[in-house]
């Protein structure tokens, strides 16, 4: 059965760091184009960033330079390193597996995380 | 970058047909996926490549996609259907629709 458990959300100052986590199993996270996906408050699904199969890594315009997306093969798990966070980074991050075809849809979602940045 | 645009709100009698659109320019040539978020929850594929089901979503829910519209079709609508519908493509990269609110009236 596949499973997609994030955590590592919390509180954070703006200015702050946090690293999200998403624990794959079922399948193999680096055969696979993974994605994080976060829903502000009340708002609408914002795609974030992500990594192919072959390891090349794409961010949206809002986080490039201050977000990083990795993925670590030993123990199939996905990251999201967020920098220099912003109040406007508050969300749910909803780590996703895409399938690898041509035009690429999330067949699985964690539950997601909640990230808050306030002072 | 590429939109595609969805109307924030679509109110529906039950056992009426709720149809959600979702714009975008020639998006008659890309593949179109949609999900259905309900409250609390993460998203659920309800359509991929324009008008295929997963396993395990009702026969009611359909799409369609044909020049700078693309569908989704929703039959015999039921109070469990009520949630948030989100349209997606890749264009370069990850696409959403701005997403429409379902209410069953």
């Known amino acids: 059965e596949v499973q997609l458990v994030e955590s590592g959300g919390g509180l954070v100052q703006p200015g702050g760091s946090l690293r999200l986590s998403c624990a794959a199993s079922?399948?193999?996270?680096?055969?696979?184009?993974m994605s994080w996906v976060r829903q502000a408050p009340g708002k609408g699904l914002e795609w974030v960033s992500v990594?192919?199969?072959?390891?090349?890594?794409y961010y949206a315009d809002s986080v490039k330079g201050r977000f990083t997306i990795s993925r670590d093969n030993s123990k199939n798990t996905l990251y999201l390193q967020m920098n220099s966070l912003r109040a406007e980074d508050t969300a749910v991050y909803y780590c996703?597996?895409?399938?690898?075809?041509?035009?690429?849809?999330?067949?699985?979602w964690g539950q997601g995380t909640l990230v808050t940045v306030s002072s | 970058s590429y939109v595609l645009t969805q109307p924030p709100s679509v109110s529906v009698a039950p056992g009426k047909t709720a149809r959600i659109t979702c714009g975008g320019n020639?998006?008659?040539?890309?593949?179109v996926h949609w999900y259905q978020q309900k409250p609390g929850q993460a998203p659920v594929l309800v359509i991929y490549?324009?008008?295929d089901r997963p396993s395990g979503i009702p026969e009611r829910f359909s799409g369609s996609n044909s020049g700078n519209t693309a569908t989704l079709t929703i039959s015999r609508v039921e109070a469990g259907d009520e949630a948030d519908y989100y349209c997606?493509?890749?264009?370069?990269?990850?696409?959403f629709g701005g997403g429409t609110k379902l209410t069953v009236l």
């Open positions: 020639n998006i008659g040539s890309k593949s």
């Open positions: 490549y324009d008008s």
């Open positions: 997606q493509v890749w264009d370069e990269h990850v696409v």
């Open positions: 079922g399948f193999t996270v680096s055969s696979n184009y």
């Open positions: 996703a597996r895409a399938t690898d075809s041509l035009w690429p849809y999330f067949d699985y």
């Open positions: 990594i192919y199969s072959g390891g090349s890594t």
